[in-house]
Each structure stands twice: as C-alpha cells, then as structure tokens.
C-alpha cells in the first residue's frame, strides 16, 4: 500500500525528482515544460497559445498562487500536507466547491526560488509532502518545475489534478510525481459534458490513469454526484477494479451544492444516504482498497 511513498517519507527512498535529476532527465524535462509556456499544449483543450501573453481556457498566464498551507484535511497517510493552490481551472464544474479561486483569476505570482524555500519551511515543520492542486496544477507544470529546479529535500511530490492532462504533460510528470491523487467522478462524456463542459472526458481520464498507474502511486478520489449512481459511480468504480485494481480509492460523500448548482436540475442537494451505501457496497463487492 503506498509503500515507495512510506519509504520517502521513512528516509529508505529517494523522492522521484530528485532521482531524475541525478538520471539527469530533470533539466531535459524542465526546458521541454518551459516551451509549452510559449505554445500551450499542456491539457487536452490544446490552446497552443502563448502564455506569456494570454490565457487559454484555463484562464492562466503565469502561475498565480492562491493559497498555500499545512493542510490537515486530505486523506489521513497524507497529511499534514503542504498544499499550494493554483488559481484558474480549465474544467467548468457548476458544483465547484473552490470556484472562487478555479474560475476567478486570483492569487499572486511567487517567486519559484522563494515558493522552494517556503516547502523547505514546511519540511522542517513536519510536511509529509507537497501537494499541487487548484484549481487545476495542469496549467502549471512549468512553473512546479521551476521550483523543483530550486529544491532539493527528500519530500515526495503529489499531483492533485482532475487528469484532462495532454499526453506531453503526462511524460513531462512521468518520473517526477510519486503519487496521483486524482479526481474521477463521471462515468461517461455526457454527465461531464453537462456539469463540467468538458468533452472526451472518459476516454481522456481512462487514458491519463492508466499512464499514471504505470508512473507512480496512485490515490483515487471518487466524488458521489447525487442522482449520479448508476450512469457515473458504477462505472467508474467498475472500470477501477479491471484496469487499475491496486489503487487506493477514497469515496466522498460530501457533494454540496457551491457555486450554480443550486440553479440546475437534480444538483441542488446533498447526496441522500442510500446512494452512499449502495456505492459504498459496489466497492466492497469490487475489492477495491477503501481509504479515507
Ligand atoms: S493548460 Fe490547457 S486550457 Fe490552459 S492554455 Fe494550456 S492547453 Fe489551454
């Protein structure tokens, strides 16, 4: 279970971007995420546009930090985890709970030698990890880069991300992530069409886990829409258990409707309990190794 990353965090193992950068990938890799600043090509909406002098979908330029703290609220092997927001998403959830930074261009530019020296400090204040998210950290591969550029402690690095990542941006994580926390909540391209206005999600999100499985640790989080049971969380579970059985997967049952969904049909409300339980249930049918 996680067992590279016990070994980081008990000293037995190197963090994976450190040891790409004594292979001497890192800085091949760091050049290769600098040039998608000048022609974006770092999601699946394949802007390929210049960065430094528009935003694509995603609403990002230069990264634009929002938020970064000692976050005690993730999965309990996880935490306490440093985790650094990303402002700007490319997903349009109408349920996102963090909407205010994801579909907001918010948040400061920092300094990636001073962003290195802030986990630093978090190191030596008990940090289990760094922890990329958002909004969405796709946007932001070159600038993680530059950071990790800047640092060299022994702290696993966590990709929080909803996976419409780019093939390109997967190799560029290959070899530098040591754990997937990912989010895969819909079971087909309609519902994440309708609540996400995103296409291919499936085929997308399937391709990019199964990448992930084959590059490092792999944390699942699946987010129980309500009235979504059987046409998302079945699936996704399902698909899970026959193509990525060993991973951890945490099922959360607190959807709130944030943001518009109080507007849209069958979103506004909390999940009910037996929706939880006969998911729950499948999963244990499955196999599935629960965490929460
Ligand atoms: S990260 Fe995706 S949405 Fe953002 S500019 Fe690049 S390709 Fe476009």
């Known amino acids: ?38 022609s974006c090509n770092l999601c699946e909406y394949k802007c390929g546009i210049n960065r430094y002098n528009e935003k694509g979908v995603c609403n990002t330029g230069k990264a634009s930090i929002a938020a970064h703290f000692m976050h005690y609220g993730e999965e309990s092997i996880l935490v306490p985890s440093y985790t650094i927001f990303f402002s700007g998403c490319n997903f349009r959830c109408i349920y996102c709970q963090n909407w205010d930074i994801s579909q907001r261009h918010v948040g400061l530019y920092i300094e990636p030698e001073t962003m290195a020296r802030f986990i630093e400090r978090a190191y030596e204040r008990g940090a289990k990890n760094v922890n990329w998210v958002g909004g969405e950290p796709t946007p932001n591969i070159p600038y993680i880069m530059e950071v990790l550029d800047k640092l060299d402690i022994n702290i696993p690095q966590i990709w929080n991300s909803n996976m419409y990542c780019s093939i390109k941006a997967m190799e560029l994580l290959d070899g530098i992530i040591d754990i997937y926390l990912t989010d895969f909540k819909y079971g087909n391209n309609k519902c994440a069409m309708r609540l996400s206005k995103v296409k291919n999600y499936w085929e997308i999100v399937t391709r990019n886990h199964e990448i992930a499985y084959s590059s490092g640790e792999m944390i699942i ?9 059987e046409c998302c969380s079945f699936p996704v579970l399902e698909w899970i258990s026959q193509n990525v059985p060993e991973v951890m997967v945490n099922i959360m049952d607190q959807y709130t409707p944030y943001y518009m969904a109080e507007k849209v049909k069958g979103m506004n409300r909390r999940i009910y309990e037996e929706e939880y339980e006969s998911v729950l249930n499948f999963a244990v049918e499955l196999g599935l190794n629960i965490i929460d």
Do not use: C, T
């Not at 000293?11 to 600043?37: D, H, N, T």
């Not at 989080?221 to 049971?229: A, D, Q």
């Open 1 to 38: 279970m996680l067992e590279k990353y016990l070994n980081i965090l008990e000293g037995k193992e190197k963090a994976a971007y450190l040891k790409s950068k004594e292979r001497g990938e890192f800085e091949i890799k760091l050049k290769q995420a600098m040039k998608e600043m000048e």
């Open 221 to 229: 989080r699946h987010l129980i829409l309500p009235g979504h049971v």
